[in-house]
């Protein structure tokens, strides 16, 4: 159980254009799912929480014009990456929490994205 | 501010042996404590989870030890493989669970 898919798993793209990543909870229902990125050899860096049906809560620094966050569903959100630049090249991951005895935070494999 | 502290950064353990990895936090708020696997160009595996109520979680060759006194808790990895090398994070939470506090991560690679 608490499997979350994530979709692609690497794009490469060229710089100015958009990519979208979606983030899937399989076999439960999230209320809640967060996006992350990761540079190569460091920790995860929270970019924004997402609440089914509500505005994602950005962290500092991370600019939501970008990043635009879409949680439209309990099983569904989706990060776009509008006109994106070398810079954005990274590891992003999501994540769904999950209820009851599974409160733990439930990864997807995450996505490659380079930019050229 | 990190809030919760990890270490070491990395580890090298012969197969075998026993690997250890301590986290320390501030919070006492904190009530959820989960360790987090994660292998090169994947996401992160919930790998074993512990509550400020009980003092050790034992599941398979891995076994959470916390000391709610002290404010920390570790993850100790029984007879280490290296099929066990990867990246481990631990993480902090509180009710209503809307954020998880990461470590540093610890790099282990464990030498056959």
């Known amino acids: 159980g608490a499997v979350v898919s994530q979709h692609p798993s690497r794009v490469i793209c060229k710089s100015g254009t958009s990519v979208k990543i979606e983030c899937r909870s399989l076999?439960?229902?999230?209320?809640?799912m967060f996006w992350y990125r990761q540079f190569p050899k460091q920790s995860l860096m929270l970019m924004a929480t997402?609440?089914?049906?509500?505005?994602?809560?950005?962290e500092q620094g991370v600019e939501k014009d970008k990043f635009l966050i879409n949680h439209a569903s309990l099983t569904l959100s989706t990060l776009t990456v509008t006109s994106a630049h070398p810079e954005d090249s990274s590891f992003y991951i999501c994540?769904?929490?999950?209820?009851?005895?599974?409160?733990?935070?439930?990864f997807g494999p995450g996505t490659r994205l380079t930019v050229l | 501010q990190q809030q919760v502290k990890q270490s070491p950064q990395s580890l090298i353990v012969q197969k075998g042996g026993i690997s250890i990895i301590n986290c320390a936090y501030e919070?006492?708020?904190?009530?959820?404590f989960p360790w987090y696997q994660q292998f090169p160009g994947k996401g992160p595996a919930l790998l074993i989870a512990?509550?400020?109520?009980?003092s050790e979680k034992k599941e398979g060759r891995f076994t959470i030890s916390f000391n709610k006194s002290a404010k920390q808790f570790s993850l100790h990895i029984m007879d280490s493989q290296p099929g066990d090398s990867a990246t481990y994070f631990c993480?902090?939470?509180?009710?209503?669970?809307?954020?998880?506090?990461f470590g540093t991560g610890t790099s282990l690679t464990v030498i056959p």
């Open positions: 076999d439960f229902q999230a209320t809640t």
């Open positions: 997402s609440n089914e049906g509500s505005k994602a809560t950005y």
């Open positions: 919070n006492t708020a904190f009530d959820y």
């Open positions: 993480a902090a939470s509180m009710e209503p669970r809307n954020q998880f506090y």
């Open positions: 994540s769904a929490r999950g209820t009851g005895e599974a409160q733990g935070q439930f």
């Open positions: 512990i509550r400020p109520d009980v």
